[in-house]
């Protein structure tokens, strides 16, 4: 396995928006073509910046994952989105994808003490996945959501 995460550009959005969770799992996350309309609309404001990103397992797309932020903050620093096609689920992607997304958050912007993400109440594969990974929920609850904190000072993948 060699996940790398490449940009979603001009010559592979196509094959992005292509990507389905299993029919369980379609409340839980937007699809890409959700993500990338949010990268034009700015739903949570102008000054948040999003990049969307493929999920790579070396030339094979297996996901989906984007970075949303706000520059010049600590912790504003938010991956949204973040799935696996349901053709690739359960083979050991989701992990790997997530600890390539936070060194490159890490990497790209020293500045950042924690990174957030959002989960479904009832996602439990991915409460779990994340719990497992080091995130804790904050308290906060949004509609059906809760927010979920990973402390990048002192990490282990630091």
Known sequence: MNIRLKPVTRD??????????KESQRDFVP????????????PDGDAIEYIPFSIYDNEK???????????DTANMYWING??????????????????EMIGWIKTKFPQCEEIRLTVHKDNHH????YKNFGFSPTGE??????????????DIYD
């Open 82 to 99: 973040f799935f696996i096609d349901q053709n690739y689920q359960g083979r050991g992607y989701g992990r790997p994808a997530l600890a």
């Open 126 to 129: 991915a409460r779990n996945l």
């Open 31 to 42: 699809s890409a073509a959700v993500s990338l309309a949010k990268v034009y609309i700015k």
């Open 12 to 21: 592979n959005w196509e094959e992005a928006i292509k990507m389905k969770v």
């Open 61 to 71: 797309m297996v996901g989906f994952i984007m970075h949303a932020y706000e520059p």
């Open 141 to 154: 609850i949004w509609g059906e959501e809760e927010v979920y904190y990973f402390s990048v000072k002192g």
